[in-house]
């Protein structure tokens, strides 16, 4: 079956660096979802990549889905605080999401 | 207020017994779904439901049974047959824009 592999499982960075998180599938995907999920909260969706090699911002995060939709990668430009959690990556196998393990994130102020 | 709501959001139960927890959703989604989530790790499928009166098995599902008779409600029974039925459980409903929404979880602590 499909599998979603996300790396790496755990950083830990001081404020101000920067960060990313790669996510690579087993098959070509209709689409990616970012999700973030504080300590000792729920995921929350963040964003949903649909077209190859697309491109998104949301403020400090950007988001990439690779040319042959294999792949996604998300960075956090200059890390705050506020950023820490587990940032999942998510693909459709028919109608079920797939999730990767997650990638945690701790941010040294 | 449209959301997901599970209760109770920590639940303690003894060995062998089973547990029923709550999954409720407002939000008028067809699809449902319950995860399960250990200490450090991604999120499980245990069980879902794309319409009412139908469900299918996840990844993990023994051990585990659902219902849904309502489209509102989608509980799930963990019963004494899971062997390790402590973890954080998440129920999802999914929009039309097949995007999922979570509910806050419930914590199953066996004792």
């Known amino acids: 079956g499909q599998q979603v592999m996300q790396i790496p499982q755990y950083q830990h960075v001081q404020e101000g660096e920067d960060f990313t998180t790669y996510c690579n599938s087993s098959?070509?995907?209709?689409?990616i979802q970012w999700y973030k999920q504080r300590p000792g909260g729920h995921p929350v969706f963040l964003i949903q990549?649909?077209?190859?090699?697309e491109v998104k911002k949301q403020k400090r995060l950007t988001f990439q889905f690779g040319e042959a939709k294999k792949n996604s990668s998300l960075h956090i430009t200059a890390t705050q605080t506020t950023d820490v959690g587990t940032y999942f990556c998510?693909?459709?196998?028919?109608?079920?999401?797939?999730f990767g393990a997650g990638t945690i994130l701790r941010v040294k102020s | 207020d449209g959301g997901i709501t599970q209760s109770p959001k920590y639940l303690f139960r003894k060995e062998g017994q089973n547990v029923t927890l709550s999954c409720e959703q407002n939000?008028?989604?067809?699809?449902m779904y319950w995860y399960r989530q250990d200490p450090g790790q991604g999120l499980r499928l245990i069980y879902y439901?794309?319409?009412?009166?139908?469900?299918q098995k996840g990844d993990i599902a023994e051990g585990y049974s659902v219902s849904r008779e309502k489209k509102e409600s989608f509980p799930l029974t963990v019963t004494s047959a899971q062997k390790n039925p402590t973890a954080f459980y998440l129920c999802?409903?999914?929009?039309?824009?097949?995007?999922?929404?979570f509910g806050p979880g419930t914590r199953l602590t066996v004792l």
């Open positions: 998510a693909g459709h196998n028919g109608n079920k999401l797939v």
């Open positions: 939000l008028n989604h067809d699809a």
């Open positions: 439901s794309q319409i009412v009166n139908d469900f």
């Open positions: 999802a409903s999914t929009s039309p824009a097949d995007t999922q929404y």
């Open positions: 990549l649909v077209k190859s090699g």
């Open positions: 098959t070509t995907l209709s689409n």
